[in-house]
């Protein structure tokens, strides 16, 4: 359904429904199930981490893969894709030394 075929079918009373839904849940969709993918990462990170050398456990926020602050749309997309396989091209697969046998 779109957004007008349920705006033309919904009525005010089920809409305020939705909405106190929405703020009892905390909401619904990909970033509330992030928000949990982040928490289970948090808590398996911290349980493995050193704290001489990780002093400052780690918290939901770091495991969230969204873009911080606003997204640049007008960036030529293309071009960031070439560049990220560029840069794995670069890096490329280890070549393994291949030992060398004396034919008899």
Do not use: H
């Not at 992030?34 to 911290?46: I, K």
């Not at 969230?64 to 960031?80: E, I």
């Not at 670069?90 to 393994?96: C, F």
Request: overall charge positive; charged content about 35%.
């Amino acid at each position: 359904m779109t957004r007008r075929q349920l705006m033309e079918t919904i009525d005010i009373y089920e809409l305020s429904e939705w909405e106190a839904f929405w703020m009892i849940e905390g909401g619904f969709g990909d970033w509330k199930a992030d928000m949990r993918s982040g928490q289970v990462c948090s808590v398996l990170a911290n349980t493995s981490r050193n704290p001489k050398s990780t002093p400052r456990p780690f918290k939901i926020d770091d495991f969230d893969l969204r873009p911080k602050g606003p997204v640049d749309t007008t960036t030529d997309k293309s071009k960031a894709i070439k560049a990220g396989f560029d840069a794995l091209a670069a890096i490329g697969p280890k070549k393994k030394k291949r030992k060398r046998t004396k034919c008899q």
